[in-house]
Nanobody
């Protein structure tokens, strides 16, 4: 099994910043995909940002404000969120995909970390 744990969610005022972290652990051989998704109340889960092979992609709504980064040595993913807006309020989830021992694919999600942007 591969476990994914997010952290860093909090209540923040509009215009503020937060940094989310996602740690993947287990018998991981390699990870070809790590990404952040979010789900606001009453809405479907949506892609926020992903990094694949060192290439970053962002949802249009967060471009220029959010930055995704990855520490391969630690199997950890980060999301630096700046200039936060009330519409960024959501539960943020991390998704990791790859290969684990002995030689099985995995597609693991974390439990989510809540972000609330409000004055």
């Amino acid at each position: 099994q591969v476990q994914v744990v997010e952290s860093g969610g909090d209540l923040v005022q509009p215009g503020g910043s937060l940094r989310l972290s996602c740690a993947a652990s287990g018998s991981i051989i390699s990870m070809y995909f790590m990404g952040w998704y979010r789900q606001a109340p009453g809405k479907q889960r949506e892609l926020v940002a992903v990094v694949i092979g060192g290439i970053e992609n962002y949802a249009d709504s967060v471009k220029g404000r959010f930055t995704i980064s990855r520490d391969n040595a630690k199997n950890t993913l980060y999301l630096q969120m700046n200039s936060l807006k009330p519409e960024d309020t959501a539960v943020y989830y991390c998704n990791a995909r790859g290969v684990r021992m002995p030689a099985n694919n995995f597609d693991s999600w974390g439990q989510g970390t809540p972000v609330t942007v409000s004055s």
